[in-house]
């Protein structure tokens, strides 16, 4: 069981949370909830797993831009004025269930929070600690999953 704390202030930010041996498949689309537009949390409560792939922003373009490639695990074909993106965020987040992480706040003016119906997630981190450090990004929109993935820079994991 590990607790997650802010690297900056030493705030606990998680409860005790139990490791899963990998990130879940996202729930399928039918599951997706006709008022929030959201799906079910990719990573049930009370748990987290390690996402080993890159992801998050920045976003950099595909190779192959006839034979476009989902921008990152779970996610959607992402194309901005570049064409084609893949992620080439950092690897190693840390996947939890948004509600378990209760004291994180958007950021002023919601830098990095746009999207459609939530927060898409693909403009580097969204979410900070109380203390301004800014270790999370939301991904809560309703073509995306529902994941909060942690910096692993900016948050320690502590034994529970
Ligand atoms: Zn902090
Ligand atoms: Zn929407």
């Not at 390690?50 to 695990?73: A, F, H």
């Not at 203390?131 to 809560?140: D, P, S, V």
């Not at 995306?144 to 034994?159: A, G, I, K, Q, S």
Request: aromatic letters at 6%.
């Amino acid at each position: 069981m590990t607790i997650f704390l802010c690297a900056r202030c030493g705030e606990a930010l998680t409860a005790d949370l139990a490791a899963l041996p990998a990130v879940p498949d996202a729930p399928d689309e039918s599951q997706r909830d006709p008022e929030t537009r959201r799906l079910p949390s990719t990573v049930p409560a009370g748990h987290y797993a390690v996402e080993t792939e890159p992801w998050g922003g920045p976003y950099v373009p595909q190779d192959n831009q006839d034979d476009p490639k989902p921008c990152q695990p779970r996610g959607n074909c992402y194309c901005t004025d570049d064409g084609f993106v893949t992620s080439a965020g950092p690897r190693n987040t840390i996947v939890i269930h948004p509600d378990d992480a209760p004291t994180l706040r958007p950021l002023p003016n919601w830098e990095n929070s746009s999207g459609c119906c939530g927060p898409a997630g693909y403009h580097g981190p969204n979410r900070a600690c109380p203390c301004g450090n800014r270790l999370a990004t939301l991904a809560a929109d309703c073509y995306t999953p529902y994941e909060l993935h942690l910096d692993p820079v900016r948050v320690t994991p502590v034994e529970g």
